[in-house]
């Protein structure tokens, strides 16, 4: 089993709305709990960071971790187009590497 | 803009030629990362540094040679790469080698043919 599952996609949805990207992950020891976000050609840019379980808002993206489910969520309202990227979950226990889930191709579509 | 600088942005090369790629940091972090990124596949850690000093090599052919001359800065020399290394080389960097979150750069996308 892969430490952190991710579906691939894509998930088309039209702008304006309410975005759910999830990842499953195996390893108990990670504390640490990250969301990137890949435009085609570039390198993966930090969009959300949360350490243990709870939630974390910053704007229109909500993420949020349930350690007891070993269940990561990021939510984004009012969807633009310009959202259309790959979102690439991650793990990482702070001794260890980061592990990544495959990524999620999301379309955003006006 | 991202915080984490990597040249060139695009490279093609042959596979006798020799190049290297650069990554460099100025927010003070002494853990620095390369990575490897093939298409519609998460990136794949190849090396770490920490303190200027090679930490983890997973397992990297000998063609690939990273380099971390001063904290700033980070090198990956390339020779005799073969068409399958085509691929988008990343750079990270965090303030300690475990310590998250990592922040990464544009990449250089590397063309071998």
């Known amino acids: 089993q892969k430490e952190v599952e991710q579906d691939p996609g894509p998930l088309s949805v039209p702008e304006g709305a309410i975005v759910s990207l999830n990842c499953t992950y195996s390893n108990s020891a990670f504390q640490y709990f990250m969301w990137y976000r890949q435009y085609s050609r570039k390198g993966p840019e930090l969009l959300m960071y949360t350490y243990s379980s709870g939630n974390k808002e910053d704007g229109r993206f909500t993420a949020q971790v349930d350690k007891s489910s070993k269940y990561i969520s990021l939510f984004i309202r009012d969807s633009q187009p310009s959202d259309s990227a790959t979102y690439l979950c991650a793990g990482n226990s702070g001794y260890s590497t980061l592990t990544f889930g495959k990524g999620t191709m999301l379309l955003v579509s006006p | ?113």
């Open chain 2, 1 to 113: 803009d991202t915080e984490v600088t990597q040249t060139p942005k695009h490279l093609v090369m042959g596979m006798t030629n020799k190049k290297s790629l650069k990554c460099e940091q100025h927010m003070g972090h002494r853990a620095m990362y390369w990575y490897k990124q093939k298409a519609k596949k998460p990136p794949e850690l190849m090396f770490v540094y920490s303190y200027e000093k090679l930490s983890i090599n997973e397992s990297v052919p000998s063609r690939f040679s990273p380099e971390c001359p001063n904290s700033s800065l980070l090198n990956l020399h390339l020779h005799a790469l073969q068409p399958e290394d085509s691929a988008l080389y990343l750079c990270a960097s965090s303030p300690r080698q475990g310590d998250q979150p990592q922040h990464f750069g544009d990449g250089t996308r590397l063309s071998i043919l």
